[in-house]
């Protein structure tokens, strides 16, 4: 079992920055992939990035390649999502899940995912 608690959201405006963090309980933290997906007013959740157990391997959504940044600690049971160069676009509830993958690798599909946060609230103004 996991439980995951996002933090770090909030208001800011076009071309700024945020970093979401997300803290995990649990004694297997390193055995799972954590990715962060988003859900636009009135839209799907979609996919933004992934990171495998060690933190070796990254994947971004093509929207936010080469803004955002996810990274892990896993002596801490954290998973970070820097975000620069923010657009309105971005604004949404963030969540960060939870995939147990002992044998490695990652996906992008939501459904995949056990553990779920509650999800913290990201405003871009313009």
């Known amino acids: 079992q996991v439980q995951l608690v996002e933090s770090g959201g909030g208001l800011v405006q076009a071309g700024g920055s945020l970093r979401l963090s997300c803290a995990a309980s649990?004694?297997?933290?390193?055995?799972?992939?954590l990715g962060w997906f988003r859900q636009a007013p009135g839209k799907e959740r979609d996919f933004v990035a992934v990171i495998t157990r060690s933190g070796g391997v990254t994947y971004y959504a093509d929207s936010v390649k080469g803004r955002f940044t996810i990274s892990r600690d896993n002596a801490k049971n954290t998973v970070y999502l820097q975000m620069n160069s923010l657009k309105p676009e971005d604004t949404g509830v963030y969540y960060c899940?939870?995939?147990?993958?002992?044998?490695?690798?990652?996906?992008?599909?939501?459904?995949?995912?056990?553990?779920w946060g509650q999800g913290t609230q990201v405003t871009v103004s313009s």
């Open positions: 649990g004694r297997t933290f390193s055995s799972y992939t």
């Open positions: 899940a939870a995939d147990y993958r002992p044998g490695g690798g990652y996906s992008v599909l939501g459904y995949a995912y056990e553990y």
